[in-house]
C-alpha cells in the first residue's frame, strides 16, 4: 500500500486526485455558508466506498467555512487522495466550538486512516485570534483558556503523504501527529504570527518512521515540536523562523518515564528564532533521549543556537533531584552562524551521567550585531569533540 501512495503521490493520477468535488455533495464555498455537512459526507463516501473512486476534492476558487471534521477510518479504498486546492477556514468564534471528552475538539482530524495522500495547492486557515486574544499567557483571569483546537490532528494512522498545502493562523499547533506509523509531510509551508501562543509548527507524540522536510515554518512556538514515544524522525531542508526551533521535548514532567530515540534533524536554516537545535526536559523524569543527530544546521541571529536544558519548567527555583532522563549519543556536525546572546552554547544537565556520549564537529558561531562575543556553558556533560569548535567547547 505504502508503494502505491508514493507512486500516486509522485507521478499524480488525475482520474484520482480529481475525483468527486466536495460541490457534489451540497458544499456552497462562499465562505459565509457552513459547508462542514458537505465535505463530511464527501468523506464518507469516499471512505466507505460508494463512490468508487476513492477521493475527495475540495476545488480551487472558493471558501470553505467549516466546524470541526471527523475524518474517520478504516476505509475500504487505499490509498485515499484527499485533494485541496480551494481555501478551508475554520469557525473563528471560540463560544460557537464543541468541547470533547478531554477538552477543546480539533478542527481536521484524520483518525484510525491508512493509506492516505492529503495534497493540493490550497490554503487552510484556523482564524486562531479569537483564541489567542483569551489565551492565559497573555490574558490571565477567571475565562482564560490553555487548550485551542489543533488545526489537523493524524491519530492512529499508517502510510500518511502530506504534501504542497498551507497553512496559517491556527488557534493551537497547526499539524498534529499522534499513535501514527510512516507519515511524510513534505512541501508545506506554514504561518502564524511570532506572539501567537502554542502554534507549533508541526508536533510528534507517540508515532515512528516520521519525516518532515522541504518545508517553511514561522511560528509562536517550536517549528517542529518532539514529544514522548517518538522513534525514527527525520526534519530535513526546513526553513524555521520565527518560531522556537526544533525542539526534542519537553520530555519527563511529572516524573514520567521517557523513550526517544533516532531522531535527525539536518540541513535547517534558523532565522531570528528564539532557539535553534534543542532537547528540553523537565526535573524528576526517567528513561532516555538517544541517539539525536544535527547536521549541517545555519543560524542567523538565534537566541540560544545550540542547547540542553534539563530544567525546563522550573528554573530558577528548581528542586533538587537525582533522577532525570538520560540523554545520550547526542551528535551536533558542521553548525555555523550568529548568537543573538552571549551563550551561544549552553548545555545545562542536572547531574552525573545524566547527559553522556555528546559529540561536536565543526561548529562555528560568531556574535550578532550587537554582542561583543560569544561563549560556552556546560553542566555535568561528558563527550568529545573534533575539528574546530567555536567558542571553545566545555564538554568534558
Known sequence: DLVLIVFVAVLGLPWLSYGESVMKYGAVGDGISDDTSALQKAWDSACNGSSKIGSVYVP??????????????????????????????????????????????????????????????????????????IHCRDHPGPNCIWLAPTM?????????????????????????????????????????????PNTDGVHITSSSDVSITHSDFATGDDCVSIGDQVHNLSVTFVNCGPGHGVSVGSLGRGGTEVEVEDIRVAHVNFTGTTNGARI?????????????????????????????????????????????????????????????????????????????NVFMRDIDLSPANGIGSVSSTCSFVQGSTQGTIRPSSCIQ
Not at 481555501?87 to 471560540?94: I, L, N, R, T, V
Not at 488557534?171 to 508545506?188: E, P, T, Y
Request: net charge positive.
Open 60 to 133: 480551487a476558487g472558493k471558501v470553505f467555512l467549516l466546524k470541526s471534521l471527523h475524518f474517520t477510518g478504516p476505509c475500504k479504498l487505499k490509498p485515499l487522495i484527499f485533494t485541496i486546492d480551494g481555501e478551508m477556514k475554520a469557525q473563528s468564534d471560540p463560544n460557537k466550538w464543541q468541547k470533547g471528552e478531554n477538552g477543546i475538539i480539533p478542527w481536521l482530524i484524520f483518525e484510525r486512516v491508512e493509506g492516505l495522500v492529503l495534497s493540493g495547492r490550497g490554503l487552510l486557515d484556523g482564524q486562531g485570534k479569537g483564541w489567542w486574544d
Open 152 to 196: 489537523m490532528t493524524f491519530s492512529n494512522c499508517r502510510n500518511v503523504i502530506l504534501k504542497s498545502l498551507r497553512f496559517r493562523n491556527s488557534a493551537q499547533s497547526h499539524i498534529l501527529v499522534m499513535g501514527s506509523q510512516n507519515v511524510h509531510i513534505k512541501d508545506v509551508k506554514i504561518k502564524s504570527p511570532e506572539i501567537s
Open 280 to 356: 528540553k526536559t523537565w526535573p524528576g523524569g526517567t528513561g532516555y533521549v538517544r541517539g539525536i543527530e544535527f547536521f549541517d544546521i545555519r543560524f542567523s541571529n538565534v537566541q540560544n543556537p545550540i542547547i540542553i536544558d534539563q530544567f525546563y519548567g522550573c528554573a530558577p527555583n528548581c528542586v533538587q533531584t537525582e533522577k532525570a532522563v538520560h540523554i545520550e549519543k547526542v551528535k551536533y556536525m558542521k553548525m555555523s552562524g550568529t548568537s543573538r546572546t552571549e551563550v551561544a552554547m549552553k548545555l545545562e544537565c542536572s547531574g552525573k551521567n545524566a547527559c553522556s
